[in-house]
């Protein structure tokens, strides 16, 4: 089946350690995204890649990177400089082209970061 | 700057009934998609439905429907015949395509739940 996989369901990190989220599709689509949601509030974009080998600060960049070296992977580091990195993550993609259907995101199923 | 505003932080609908979810944006682009997701509370977010801005005619998707007013920049949603698994997080989001960059705006969100 066709979808969007996220690793791993909840994290934990202790403070001052990088952690990597993974973030998996097999839908073909060109556009992935990275979005951050805290409780009370909607998503916040992190990062977004239109094609592979290219991608985007969002709202909220500061503390987080990203790579985009094949086009069915998109990993989000949250690294140290992040002061607050507790929340729900959240991965997305769509087709990038604006044809019929193409322009609607897709979601995964999120990480729980927790930080110690 | 593009906004998407929820103003009900919460509501509830007794089983059976009908409810109806507001949603508001300001953009001064004018071809854009609106979107209604769910997010339960497996917080896998779901796409309800989804609406071009050059369409006139509102958006249906089995018991659910919108009432699309472009001048007035409003998007609700209104569930019929609710269910039990209605309940949830709902979120309103624009999207819109500016020189090639695909940018989604999500509102804050909508807490349903649905009463037996």
């Known amino acids: 089946d066709g979808g969007i996989t996220q690793s791993p369901k909840y994290l934990f990190r202790k403070e001052g350690q990088n952690v990597t989220l993974s973030c998996e599709q097999n839908?073909?689509?060109?556009?992935m995204y990275w979005y951050r949601q805290d409780p009370g509030q909607g998503l916040r974009l992190i990062y977004y890649?239109?094609?592979?080998?290219?991608?985007q600060k969002g709202d909220i960049a500061e503390g987080y990177s990203v790579s985009r070296e094949k086009k069915e992977s998109f990993p989000l580091t949250v690294t140290s400089a992040q002061k607050n990195p507790t929340a729900f993550y959240l991965c997305?993609?769509?087709?990038?082209?604006?044809?019929?259907?193409?322009?609607?995101?897709?979601f995964g199923p999120g990480t729980r970061l927790t930080v110690l | 700057a593009q906004t998407v505003t929820q103003s009900q932080p919460e509501m509830s609908v007794q089983e059976a009934e009908t409810v109806t979810l507001s949603c508001t944006y300001d953009?001064?682009?004018?071809?854009?998609?609106l979107f209604w997701y769910k997010q339960p509370p497996s917080r896998q977010m779901i796409l309800v439905i989804r609406?071009?801005?050059?369409?006139?005619q509102n958006a249906t998707e089995n018991r659910f429907s919108v009432n699309f007013q472009k001048a007035a920049k409003s998007f609700s949603l209104k569930i019929s015949d609710s269910q039990l698994g209605d309940t949830a997080m709902y979120f309103c989001?624009?999207?819109?395509?500016?020189?090639?960059?695909?940018?989604?705006?999500f509102g804050t969100g909508t807490r349903l739940k649905v009463l037996a």
């Open positions: 997305a993609s769509s087709r990038r082209r604006l044809a019929v259907n193409t322009d609607t995101q897709y």
């Open positions: 839908l073909n689509h060109d556009a």
């Open positions: 890649s239109q094609i592979v080998n290219d991608f």
């Open positions: 953009t001064s682009e004018n071809n854009y998609y």
């Open positions: 609406q071009e801005a050059y369409k006139q």
């Open positions: 989001a624009f999207m819109t395509s500016t020189s090639g960059t695909y940018k989604y705006i």
